[in-house]
Every structure is written in C-alpha cells, then in structure tokens.
C-alpha cells in the first residue's frame, strides 16, 4: 500500500501546483491566451472522455455487475449537475462581483477534495489507471485554473492573494486524496465504486462544459478544435494499449 500512497501523493501534489497556472497568464496577450485555452479545452474534452469510456467504465465492469457500474456513473453525473447548479465554479466567466469570486473558490475546493477520493480510488484499483485518471483530469483542470485566476483578478483582488486562494482551492485535492486513502483501508471495496463514479463525473465536465465551448468557435478553429479533441481521445486510447489501464 506504501507504493501506492506515493502514486497517490505525487499525483495530487502535480495536481494541486496547478494553482499557479494562472501566473503564466500575465505574460501571453489576451489573444493568444484565448487560442491556448481552446486548444487545451478541446484535448481536455477527449481526455476526459477517453478515459472515461476506454479506462475508467470498462475497469468498473470487470469488477461490479452492468447495474451497479451505470448507477454509479449516474450518480456521478447527476452530482456534478447539482454542484454546477448551485456552485457555479465552471461558469466563472460570468463572475466579475468580488464575493462571488469566494463562492467560485469553495466551488472549486469541493470539486478538487471530490477529485481526490476518485484519485485514490483509481491507483488503488492499479497504477496504470491512476496515471490515466490523473492525465484525464490535468487536462482539464489547467485551462480551468487559467479561467479561475482571471476571474479573481477581475474580482478584484491582488495577484499575490489570486494565486494563493487559487492555489489553496486546488491543494484539496490532497485533502481528499489522503481522505479516499485511509478511508478505503477501512472500508473495503469503496474504490470500485468510485471508479464508475469518476467516469461520470469526466462525462459530465467533456458534455456539459468543454464541448459546448468547442462549438463556439468558426471556420478552421473549429476543425483545429476538432482535430485537437480526437488527439485527445487517441491519446487515452494510446495509454490504454501500451498498459496504463
């Protein structure tokens, strides 16, 4: 288990310094700040969705029945519904009130801690599908967390503080990762179930958020987006072949 816990710590500490991404924003024009962000959109939404459907569900079949494996995948689903709902953080755009800026950030937390049981809950079924679960969600946390740190800034708040409750908003991930760890010591088999769970959730943040952002754009941008968004499909597809899941 100490091997894994390693896995699981690395992996959320990469994860939580994607709080700074948001300072490399400063120095790219606002023009190509909005390319990047596109691009990274459309890999995070095959990512996302390759590792839910190519790693993520067809490791929950093999060990839970066809009924269980599609409830959790529900469950994740419709949970990440309510969270958007009445949290918000994905719409953060729209926020340029001060104090919604807090409210994105909790948002955020609770989105991150939730990303750490599911971490946890992926390396302990194998390595390889951690390193595919943590890929799947990197992709799509960085052009999130380039999204957060403009909102803070239009908020009004000071680079310094933006970064560093960006930051903390993103260290949950480690909250929950150690959490989903010594709770699953305790409860067997919980990592199964979130495993589909995840699966739901990735569906949800590819469909809900990031597809409907790639159809915003025109003419080559859009087939650029495309082509982008398979790479990122064929990406998962190739870890799945060459053993990471």
Known sequence: MAGELIWILGAAILDAGLGFAGV????????????????LMAFAAGSLLGGAFLHLLPEAMENLDTEQAFLMTLI?????????????????????????????????GVHNFIGGL???????????????????????????????????I?????RDKALLYSFAAQSTIILGALVG?????????????????AAGNFIYIAASDLIPEMHKSEGLEKIRNIVVFIVGILFMWAL???GAG
């Open 24 to 39: 490399f924003s400063l120095w790219i024009s606002k023009k190509n700040l909005t390319e990047i962000s596109a691009i």
């Open 76 to 108: 994740g689903f419709s949970l990440f519904i309510l969270l958007e709902a009445y949290v918000h953080w994905h719409h953060c755009k729209e926020c340029e009130i001060h104090p919604f800026s807090y409210v994105m950030l909790v948002g955020d």
């Open 118 to 152: 599911v971490l946890t809950a992926s390396f302990l079924v194998s390595i390889p599908l951690g390193i595919a679960t943590i890929v799947a969600i990197v992709a799509h946390e960085l052009p999130q967390q380039l999204g957060i740190f403009g909102v803070l």
């Open 154 to 158: 239009k908020g009004g708040l000071k």
């Open 181 to 197: 760890y010594f709770l699953s010591g305790i409860v067997g088999g919980i990592a199964i179930f979130l495993v589909p769970f």
């Open 240 to 242: 799945k072949i060459y």
